[in-house]
């Protein structure tokens, strides 16, 4: 069964960072590709970053330049390291994976206010 | 980057059959965008229903299917419940990069 966690959210101040973590069982993180999905609150999906099972990446305009996503293949764990973070980052963040299919974590709340 | 477009809002009547489509700004959806549809109800993280245009999850209710219909993305809903009144987002792959549409609110009514 494939299971993934995330953790790592809170409450952090603008300019502030945070570094979110998914946990994967059951899937295998090196061969195939990993999305970090964000949801503000009352508003829709949104892909902040991606990593191929080749180890390319993308990242969302809103996000290019903050944003930094790993894997630790070893340890089967995604990372996303969140930077000089805003006010609009505030959103619950899932980890997906996607092999034959996608498979979507609980997400994680991240609050960025002073 | 592209935009990813979906209807707002939809309602179908219970046991009624509405399709819901997914088009993209760079031009037609085709195969080769891998497009997704994901289920969303108030207050669960979303699911997947549907991926690589056709394929179904164990999870994924018959009633169901994935589609291209005239340059877009379809998800097909043929004998609607009211457990299936949610949100419905597609999920568009341009290589490495992926969109989202704005999602569906689909009322079962």
């Known amino acids: 069964e494939v299971q993934l966690m995330e953790s790592g959210g809170g409450l952090v101040q603008p300019g502030g960072f945070l570094r979110l973590s998914c946990a994967v069982s059951?899937?295998?993180?090196?061969?195939?590709?990993m999305t970090w999905v964000r949801q503000a609150p009352g508003k829709g999906l949104e892909c902040v970053s991606v990593?191929?099972?080749?180890?390319?990446?993308f990242y969302a305009d809103s996000v290019k330049g903050r944003f930094t996503i790993s894997r630790d293949n070893s340890g089967n764990t995604l990372s996303l390291l969140m930077e000089t973070l805003r006010a609009e980052d505030t959103a619950v963040y899932y980890c997906?994976?996607?092999?034959?299919?996608?498979?979507w974590g609980q997400g994680t709340l991240v609050t960025v206010s002073s | 980057q592209a935009v990813v477009t979906q209807e707002p809002s939809l309602t179908v009547s219970p046991g009624g059959t509405v399709t819901l489509t997914c088009g993209s700004s760079?031009?037609?959806?085709?195969?080769?965008?891998?497009p997704y549809w994901i289920q969303q109800k108030p207050g669960q993280a979303p699911r997947t229903l549907i991926y690589d245009t056709t394929n179904k999850h164990s999870w994924t209710p018959a009633r169901f299917s994935g589609s291209l219909l005239g340059g877009k993305a379809a998800l097909t809903l043929s004998g609607a419940q009211p457990e299936d009144e949610a949100e419905y987002y597609c999920l568009v792959s341009y290589n490495s990069a992926r969109f989202f549409g704005g999602g569906t609110k689909l009322t079962v009514l």
């Open positions: 990593i191929s099972g080749s180890g390319d990446t």
């Open positions: 760079t031009g037609g959806v085709t195969s080769g965008h891998y």
């Open positions: 059951g899937f295998t993180l090196s061969t195939n590709a």
């Open positions: 997906v994976g996607h092999g034959a299919g996608s498979f």
